[in-house]
């Protein structure tokens, strides 16, 4: 098997692309898949201040590189959202390599700086603890990056993610979240940051490749909330899929982008965007769910 | 386990309505979903003359069934496409049923009648053997239907068939098919008859408890040429999602023509109807498919 780009011996074989690489034609293929990503959906250029959300795993932690490396303004950030050993296991990895390579690292500590405690409010709120999660990192990636100037958040998310997310809202027809999906969000509100997701291109074995070759730490585990979650189950899914058709993730969301999206945009919500009256940060209701999450906390410690 | 009807000891569980039935019913139910769907999308009612077509498979068996039991006035269509034994068995098992029923039944033997042959025109052609049915099958449905003043054509699709056929359309984004996907295709012209799909709430399981039942004979094997397709690897990947989940394949055919199928009318195929130039049938070019099939096997046999 040789390299498609020099001749010399593959490495990885890439069947959904059919082709295959030698290491340094793989970095140059993957580099090249990100900035394509950029450019073609306008998501950011070089005179942009990125905030980029690294969670230790092997997803971000390519992002932060690669974009590091392509000589983007980049700062991280990282959230400790308080789930034990896999949290401080994973702030270290994040710590570690920010020191290494002289980066910029932003740290939240969602329990020591809001007293905010997911457990409690899961119990409390009879919510999964993936839904307070995602409301709580959704709400300090916009606020983090509003409040430090930042233009643009990036995350890590992959081909695989994209592609299950997207056969979720397929199979009960989300056609709200359908609207939405899109690996760029514009910003709609003055107090909303544009959010991007340079990797939805590339697959998860393909980060996870990326991040051995360039021998970088990262979290082996998944969040173990994660178990058992209905994104494992469409991965497994469409991993049978790709098997017999290499290729098929990518036609699925490229098709969506280019033919499906738009026949939802109809119905993107025409939600009232207001003001949090608490905080001031963009939400749909009175008081956001952050400001209502700290009270929670705050009663249940007294 | 008791029938959640009767309180009897129930025979058949079906998760998906977290319902177990005996087997009297089960018979209920089945007859109650099958006539439902005919009124909620006003397929057809008593005074409708309807040609059913069948194969000798379960599915279309117990439509056959259901529908004459059931007081439709029906006419049943049996196509001989030639596949070896396959199809004189199939012709066998749906000619003792007609006889034994009292059915009417019209049988067409396309090698007979018209000196076609699918294995000639898939390799004169460069088509698969299915595609090349497929256009065959169409082709008589309308056109015996139309000649005997049939005001509908009944097939036996069943939600199985739906579904994957749904997931094959959205992987590929196929815009025109998810347009046109529906338990009933109204008529559109003059000469072309309306199609419906009775089954398309019942499972593949739930049709072959009925034709076991009801001691209904019918051709265990599949088409021989349908090993390999496509649409058993997305079946098989649905009924990993629905045994996780179970109601995930309705909830995404009925998601679908309630929430789905809207956003893609706009693409619904604005294509010029013609009327063949050799046989007088609705077509989209000069000279219909099946016009042109009878010319390839007339010059092969030369």
């Not at 490396?69 to 401080?88: P, Q, R």
């Not at 959010?195 to 173990?224: A, D, G, M, Q, S």
């Not at 290499?246 to 969506?256: A, E, Q």
Request: net charge positive; glycine share 6%; with cysteine.
């Amino acid at each position: 098997m040789k390299c498609v780009r020099c001749k010399k011996k593959a490495k990885i074989l890439l069947k959904r692309h059919n082709a295959a690489f030698c290491n340094d034609c793989f970095l140059y293929y993957y580099a090249n898949q990100v900035n394509r990503n950029i450019r073609r959906h306008k998501m950011f250029d070089r005179n942009d201040k990125i905030l980029v959300v690294v969670s230790g795993g092997k997803d971000s932690m390519a992002l932060w590189d690669v974009l590091a490396k392509e000589g983007y303004n980049v700062v991280a950030m990282y959230i400790n959202l308080g789930i034990g050993e896999y949290s401080n296991r994973s702030q270290e990895v994040v710590e570690r390599f920010a020191q290494q390579k002289g980066l910029e690292l932003i740290v939240k500590d969602i329990k020591k700086e809001y007293g905010l405690d997911i457990y409690v409010l899961a119990k409390t709120l009879k919510r999964s603890t993936c839904s307070v999660c995602g409301s709580i990192k959704r709400y300090l990636f916009n606020k983090v990056a509003y409040d430090g100037g930042f233009s643009v958040v990036a995350t890590g998310h992959n081909l695989d993610d994209e592609a299950a997310t997207l056969l979720g809202n397929l199979l009960s027809w989300e056609e709200g979240y359908l609207a939405r999906q899109s690996p760029v969000l514009e910003k709609t509100h003055p107090k909303l940051v544009k959010k991007v997701k340079p990797l939805y291109t590339l697959t998860e074995r393909e980060n996870l490749y990326y991040v051995l070759l360039n021998r970088i730490e990262f979290l082996h585990e998944e969040c173990p909330h994660a178990t058992g979650a209905r994104s494992i189950l469409y991965k497994e899914v469409l991993n049978r899929l790709e098997e017999e058709s290499p290729g098929t993730k990518h036609r699925f969301i490229s098709g969506f982008l280019e033919k499906g999206r738009k026949h939802f945009q109809d119905v993107a919500e025409k939600l009232e965007l207001k003001e949090c009256k608490t905080c001031g940060q963009v939400t749909t209701t009175e008081e956001c769910s952050f400001c209502r999450f700290i009270k929670v906390c705050n009663q249940q410690e007294r």
